[in-house]
């Protein structure tokens, strides 16, 4: 299988710390998105990279939160100084820049927990 | 701006009955819009999409959606629900030509009833 891969897949840390997650995209795929999912909302987006640039991320959190693509391939996503409200699945998505549209393919995503 | 509303956060249907997950979208340019599935602890998977093109699309799983400029909707639907068919439902638009954010509605949780 060659879909989008996160890793890990839980991670429990205590507040204060700071956390570090992982997306592999699709290999072909040119565009990598970062969105948020707290329990009982939808997606909700937070970053986009097209090849190694990272084209928006006004609608990062607070400046706790960063994102690389260094390579235009994977991408990590920190969060500094965890909150509890940090808690959250953090789901990574991979597109194929078209003429038209794109199509966002998930990963299973990473759960957050914060203590 | 664009925005969707997903009406009604809970649909329950019996076996065999026929599925309707409702979807109204607000953009201010030409939208596409996406339907995803969502199983417990799992990423999202794309259903179907409307890119301009015909209008009534079909997905996998027996799901099909219709977009209605008229009504700004995208709804959901499936003749005959399965038992595997108990997920979240998500909606999404995104403006015409870029793709580069996608806008989630707050998702329909479907249950079938044995």
């Known amino acids: 299988d060659t879909g989008v891969s996160q890793d890990p897949r839980h991670k429990i840390t205590k507040r204060g710390q700071n956390v570090t997650f992982r997306c592999d995209p699709i290999?072909?795929?040119?565009?990598l998105y970062w969105y948020r999912q707290t329990l009982g909302q939808g997606p909700e987006f937070l970053t986009y990279?097209?090849?190694?640039?990272?084209?928006?991320k006004s609608r990062l959190l607070s400046d706790r939160f960063s994102a690389e693509r260094p390579k235009g391939s994977f991408s990590t996503l920190e969060i500094q100084r965890t909150e509890q409200g940090d808690s959250a699945m953090y789901l990574c998505?991979?597109?194929?820049?078209?003429?038209?549209?794109?199509?966002?393919?998930f990963g299973p995503g990473t759960r957050l927990t914060v203590l | 701006a664009q925005s969707v509303t997903q009406l009604g956060s809970h649909v329950s249907v019996s076996e065999g009955a026929l599925v309707l997950l409702r979807c109204n979208y607000s953009?201010?340019?030409?939208?596409?819009l996406f339907w995803y599935v969502q199983y417990p602890n799992q990423g999202l998977q794309l259903l179907l999409k409307?890119?301009?093109?015909?209008?009534l699309v079909k997905g996998i799983n027996g799901f099909e959606a219709e977009f209605k400029k008229s009504e700004t909707s995208f709804h959901l639907t499936k003749p005959s629900a399965h038992m595997s068919d108990a997920a979240e439902y998500f909606c999404?638009?995104?403006?015409?030509?870029?793709?580069?954010?996608?806008?989630f509605g707050t998702g329909t949780s479907l249950t079938v009833i044995p």
């Open positions: 998505a991979s597109s194929l820049r078209t003429v038209s549209t794109d199509t966002q393919y």
């Open positions: 290999s072909e795929h040119n565009r």
């Open positions: 990279f097209q090849n190694e640039a990272q084209l928006e």
């Open positions: 953009s201010s340019v030409p939208p596409y």
């Open positions: 409307y890119t301009s093109a015909a209008t």
């Open positions: 999404a638009v995104t403006p015409y030509g870029t793709g580069n954010q996608f806008y």
